[in-house]
């Protein structure tokens, strides 16, 4: 017992070892990244449930490094945000973000305005400056604020930081909206729901996955729908994958889809051939 508990010890320890090592190394060749031009924004539709519209689009950044291959967000933006780098590559995927869909808003129906949504880290909005910042790159970009969201999670906004607090309110007054990500993953408490100015929620997609097999799941999505519907928060399912996903959540009022059934995340000058982006006449 005490040969293997020490054997298991040691395998810890060379684990450990072995992600401090692709975190060192990930942050290294991150310096680089955005001079290099590596980075890309992708854009995900987001499908207006009664319409077929698209009504939105998630960009999704990409990093593509010359030394480590194509590097999942999910492994380097934990890395960027414990360094700080977040904060510079947040700004220029916000900048992209707001050019791309300002460029898509002059090929469509004038009358169907295109929101892009944002991911937005801790780091990020802790800086006071952080709403003037987003200020300046809607003028420079052009973008009006009702076609900008920011995506922020639980953690952030329960966090109670005066800086955040003061970013969220000033981002309201300046008619961007915001949008809860990844809602009941995390904390239990529905209390923020009203106490921050949500406009949106984004129902995480480990609710959706198994709606059509298991009926205590889409009793649960039908709660959350009914909740949303009554505090006035549009509600967007994220990985709708099935038609009989999308019918479903349709039918029971969620507002906005997202997922692989409508599209994977795009280059954003591949947006207008995807159904729902209703192209200019
Ligand atoms: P997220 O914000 O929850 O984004 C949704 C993730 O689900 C994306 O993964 C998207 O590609 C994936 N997805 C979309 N539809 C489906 C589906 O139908 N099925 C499945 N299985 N997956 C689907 P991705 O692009 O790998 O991004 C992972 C996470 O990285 C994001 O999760 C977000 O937390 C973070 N992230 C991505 N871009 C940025 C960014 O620019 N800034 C920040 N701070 N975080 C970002
Ligand atoms: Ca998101
Ligand atoms: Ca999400
Ligand atoms: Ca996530």
Known sequence: ????????????????????????????????????????????????????????????????????????????????E???????????????????????????????PLTVSVNVSARQLQDERFASIVSDVLRITGLPANQLELELTERIIIDDDRAVLANITALHEMGISLSLDDFGTGYSSLSYLTRFPLNT?????A???????????????TAIIAMCRSLGLALVAEGIETQPQAELLGNHGCRYLQGYHFSRPVNPADIPQIAGFQPRR
Do not use: Y
């Not at 031009?37 to 539709?45: D, S, Y």
């Not at 950044?61 to 934990?78: K, M, T, Y």
């Not at 929620?201 to 997609?205: F, N, P, S, T």
């Not at 609710?207 to 999505?221: K, P, T, Y």
């Open 207 to 221: 609710f959706v996955r198994d709606i059509e097999f298991n009926m205590q799941s889409l009793h649960l999505a």
């Open 82 to 112: 414990e360094t700080g780098q977040i904060v510079a590559i947040g700004l220029w995927v916000l900048e992209e973000s707001c050019r791309r869909v300002r460029e898509l808003q002059a090929v469509r129906e004038d009358s169907v």
């Open 201 to 205: 929620v984004k129902l995480d997609r």
């Open 1 to 80: 017992v005490k040969k293997s508990s020490r054997n298991s010890f040691c395998l810890f320890n060379r684990e450990m070892n072995q992600r401090v090592q692709d975190s060192l190394r990930i942050d290294a060749h991150l310096r680089q990244a955005l001079e290099r031009k590596e980075m890309r924004v992708l854009f995900q539709p987001i499908v207006e449930a009664s319409t077929g519209r698209m009504m939105k689009v998630e960009a999704l950044l990409r990093w593509q490094s010359a030394e480590l291959g194509n590097v999942p967000p999910d492994q380097f933006i934990p890395v960027a």
